[in-house]
């Protein structure tokens, strides 16, 4: 039997051209597509910095935090939580209900939070439209500006002066004659450790009664003084009082916030926040910490008095810095500081610079909770004034650049 022959090249099958599909995937494949573009103020909207990638090594007195709990029944309370309360979805009525007896308001007039950050983006969902204007202070904490950009709102800045105070006269003129939508201060103020009194706060949201005055009270009780225990005055509807566990409960890791308000404004913020954004353990942390006052004040009393001992200690060495309404103090090195933060860090000490720019460009900001960590700082520091300072804007060892001013002065 003869081999078949395959036929001429002129009668050989011709292949079919590609159908429109096929045309189209191979198009897909040598051209994939882009994702989707977010909204334009989102793409221009400020970025709040975050932590420094492996910061668990280090001796963190940059971001204002305690290293333990102010009360020893939160990690008891944590622990005694049941199989039921995390396998069910966490009822928060009962911290309600405890802070509205705290500050003597009804529960009506309080909502949770998942932190001071959660409750300023969803303060701003509920109240801004895009365009409108916000009056935010600078330096400040970066959470405002962030939330008032994505928003796609018109900010207007107020800068605090040379002695880090906040201009009272700036500030009113930054109120008239075109309203502001919301207005926005830290009372006390991160980085810059000012306040204003009960009175000029109460005289800001008396000047603009149309505005929502959003009031961040992180640091209250370090500062002793709050506009929700004010005993003269009662807080009015346009005023929204914004609360943390983070700072004097030591409570940064649960996320755990409030805000408190008039019925009408909680209510409002409750519609734009998501349900069951804090958990059962953050519940539970919280009830067992603010059930433990005496704890709590104990925990500032500490801070402060070791504040006033690191304050004595650089005054001996001639070296200027500033007590504060907060729980950190601001030290005057020289600017620029990111190599001052960076030399600390070769040290494995971590110190606050973010949003120092302006009157704040040649302070660090440090937090001390007891006499170790304020022997390790002042032994580093000694070392470093020793050597001197290079511009370094890397460190062999440490993540992260330190050349990396923030223009915005957002803490």
């Known amino acids: 039997m003869q081999p078949t022959e395959p036929p001429p090249a002129d009668l050989a099958e011709e292949p079919e051209p590609p159908s429109p599909e096929e045309s189209a995937e191979e198009e897909s494949v040598e051209e994939p597509p882009e994702p989707p573009k977010p909204r334009e103020a989102v793409e221009r909207a400020y970025r709040v910095r975050t932590a420094r990638r492996g910061r668990r090594d280090y001796l963190r007195l940059d971001l204002a935090e305690s290293p333990r709990p102010a009360s020893p029944k939160v990690v008891e309370a944590i622990r005694g939580l049941t199989d039921e309360e995390i396998a069910r979805y966490p009822d928060p009525w009962p911290l309600r209900d405890v802070i509205a007896q705290l500050h003597s308001v009804p529960t009506e007039c309080v909502s949770i939070t998942a932190g001071a950050d959660e ?203 500033h007590k504060t309404r907060c729980n950190f103090l601001l030290i005057r090195l020289a600017a620029p500081i990111q190599p001052w933060a960076a030399a600390f860090a070769a040290h494995k000490i971590l110190v606050g610079t973010q949003g120092h720019a302006g009157p704040m460009a040649d302070f660090i900001r440090v937090t001390v909770n007891d006499d170790s960590e304020i022997d390790r700082f002042l032994d580093v520091l000694d070392v470093i004034l020793r050597m001197g300072v290079a511009g370094a804007t890397s460190v062999r060892g440490v993540p992260g650049r330190w050349d990396d001013v923030d223009s915005e002065g957002m803490a």
């Not at 605090?160 to 830290?186: N, W, Y």
């Not at 225990?229 to 700072?247: C, G, I, Q």
């Not at 069951?276 to 942390?285: K, N, P």
Request: charged share 20%; aromatic share 6%.
């Open 119 to 321: 409750a300023i983006r969803w303060a701003f969902n509920a109240f801004l439209e895009p365009g409108a204007r916000v009056v935010i202070p600078r330096p400040t904490f970066g959470a405002f500006l962030s939330a008032a950009e994505v928003a796609g709102a018109f900010v207007e800045r107020v800068d605090h002066g040379d002695d880090l105070e906040l201009p009272l006269d700036q500030f009113h003129k930054a109120l008239s004659p075109r309203t502001p939508r919301m207005v926005c201060v830290a009372n006390p103020n991160a980085p810059t450790g000012t306040a204003l009194s009960n009175a000029e706060l109460y005289g800001l949201a008396a000047a603009s009664p149309a505005s929502l005055f959003l009031i961040n009270e992180t640091f209250a009780t370090f500062h002793g003084h709050s506009l929700l225990d004010d005993p003269v005055t009662e807080v009015p509807p346009n005023v929204l009082v914004l609360r943390s566990l983070s700072k004097d409960y030591g409570l940064a890791g649960m996320r755990v916030g409030y805000l408190v308000g008039a019925p009408e404004v909680i209510a409002a913020v409750d519609v734009a926040r998501p349900s069951f954004t804090t958990s059962a353990a953050t519940i539970a942390a919280a009830l067992a910490a603010m059930s433990d006052q005496p704890s709590v004040e104990a925990h500032v009393a500490r801070v402060r008095a070791a504040l006033d001992r690191l304050h004595q200690e650089l005054t001996s060495r001639e070296i200027e810095s």
